[in-house]
């Protein structure tokens, strides 16, 4: 299974059942292992963790540091960004990686991280 069909397939196992809007996301490492994540909503909304988010901390917790890409699905015509806290966390801890959006009818784009975050807020400024 390639990243793009892995990320639609963590979108499968979201549990939304407020917004019924599913993610999904397949992260990468540079070692070749991939790391899934789905959005997980909570009755508070602020303790909801997007895709991106669980895709990142798995990782992190199996011991991954480093990564090459990124595939972000999502049931839109429009293709769907991280939104700014994923962005943010994307960055502290995969950098300037490259990001593709896939949607279920097959629509995608690759870019990478800089071209929706140009001015991101790292440790170089502590």
Known sequence: ????????EARTKAHAPYS??????ALESTD?????????????YGLSVCAERVAVFKAISEGARKFQRIAVSAD?????????????ILW??????ELTLVNLHGKTETLHLRDLFPRPFDASFL
């Open 76 to 88: 839109t015509d429009v293709l769907t960004p991280p939104c700014g806290a994923c962005r943010q």
């Open 32 to 44: 070749g292992r991939v790391f899934t994540g789905c959005n997980v909503e909570n009755a508070t």
């Open 20 to 25: 019924h809007f599913q993610v999904g996301a």
């Open 1 to 8: 299974m390639n990243l793009l069909e892995m990320a639609l």
């Open 92 to 97: 502290e801890f995969c950098g300037d990686i």
